[in-house]
């Protein structure tokens, strides 16, 4: 399993925006499909976003589209997420995850990640 630590959550207003960072410890990342999960609590894991490690393909879930943005820097070994126009709703702590799997068709939402991260918590919050 890899080591993967989230930072650049925080508390933030309706409308605010925060980028998080998911460092991963790896020789090379771009082997690698990172996604972005979150979880409030009483609720179910949801998937936020993914990248593929072969040809950066994203996905988005529905409820975050047009406002989120993933990307990579197999350099720093880092995957951010960026996120703008910030609703209560998207309350919760996230986590990134890695799997040297391939997506063959389908969503990388949908793989079966091996490494997890311990989290961030973002509150979204007047």
């Known amino acids: 399993q890899l080591h993967l630590v989230e930072s650049g959550g925080g508390l933030v207003q309706p409308g605010g925006s925060l980028r998080l960072s998911c460092a991963v410890s790896?020789?090379?990342?771009?082997?690698?499909?990172i996604a972005w999960f979150r979880q409030a609590p009483g609720e179910e894991r949801e998937g936020v976003s993914c990248i593929s490690g072969s040809r950066s393909t994203t996905n988005y879930a529905d409820s975050v589209k047009d406002r989120f943005t993933i990307s990579r820097d197999n350099a720093k070994k880092t995957v951010f997420l960026q996120m703008n126009s910030l609703k209560p709703e998207d309350t919760a702590n996230y986590y990134c995850?890695?799997?040297?799997?391939?997506?063959?068709?389908?969503?990388?939402?949908?793989?079966?990640?091996?490494?997890w991260g311990q989290g961030t918590q973002v509150t979204v919050s007047s």
């Open positions: 790896v020789f090379a990342l771009e082997t690698y499909t």
């Open positions: 995850a890695a799997d040297p799997g391939i997506v063959v068709g389908g969503s990388c939402l949908d793989l079966q990640y091996s490494s």
